[in-house]
């Protein structure tokens, strides 16, 4: 069945960049997206790319797809500690979620 | 606008029993997605309803099922709890099955003793 997998952990350094990585099977997914989880709080959406496209920049973050390796990226420039939660990754045709990467940034 | 509601937010059921958590989506929205969330597992997608009709279905048992109402508001229900159920469940709602957003409420956290 369709699956989306992704690192558990990253730990980086406050104003480096952080890249969070995804892998997925559905090949016919139209529309991927990433959500954060602050702790305590419910998923809220950060940006999405739409299948036809390879990279969206929306302020600091990036995207990244590569649909012929089915490999999705987020890339956070000057990483604050405020971005310290878990990113999602997700396929929108059953909406199937990786099982989400936690980012700790330390100082 | 209101965004999607869940309720209650916390539950504590002993096992055997049932339960029935409920959803508000956004106004105007008519699909609804369940999934339940525990840290082992991630985020488990459990089904996705549209226009009253369930469209998608995950790979949970039958224990766990579903309605959604014609305005929209969906429940799940969970029959003869076991203590593994113990999860925090995450509702979302979209206008559409393939619009670019679905807004999650804040959950319900159920507990099995």
């Known amino acids: 069945g369709e699956d989306v997998e992704q690192s558990l952990f990253l730990s980086v350094r406050e104003g480096d960049s952080s890249v969070i990585n995804c892998t997925y099977t559905d090949s016919s997914s139209t529309y991927l997206y990433w959500y954060k989880q602050e702790p305590g709080a419910g998923l809220q959406l950060l940006t999405y790319i739409f299948s036809n496209m390879d990279m969206k920049q929306d302020q600091r973050l990036t995207v990244l797809l590569n649909k012929k390796d089915k490999h999705l990226s987020l890339r956070i420039a000057d990483t604050q500690t405020g971005d310290s939660a878990i990113y999602f990754c997700?396929?929108?045709?059953?909406?199937?979620f990786g099982a989400g990467t936690r980012l700790a940034v330390h100082p | 606008k209101a965004g999607v509601t869940q309720t209650p937010r916390y539950l504590i059921k002993t096992r055997g029993q049932q339960v029935t958590l409920s959803c508000s989506p956004i106004?105007?929205?008519?699909?609804v997605s369940w999934y339940q969330q525990t840290p082992g597992q991630g985020l488990q997608f459990l089904f996705e309803y549209f226009s009253e009709t369930q469209r998608n279905k995950g790979n949970f048992p039958g224990r766990f099922s579903g309605r959604q109402f014609s305005n929209s508001r969906s429940e799940m229900n969970v029959s003869t709890l076991e203590l593994g159920d113990s999860a925090l469940y995450l509702c979302a709602s979209s206008q559409g099955r393939l619009n670019t957003e679905a807004f999650f409420g804040q959950g319900t956290r159920l507990t099995v003793v």
């Open positions: 997700a396929e929108r045709e059953k909406l199937i």
């Open positions: 106004s105007g929205h008519r699909s």
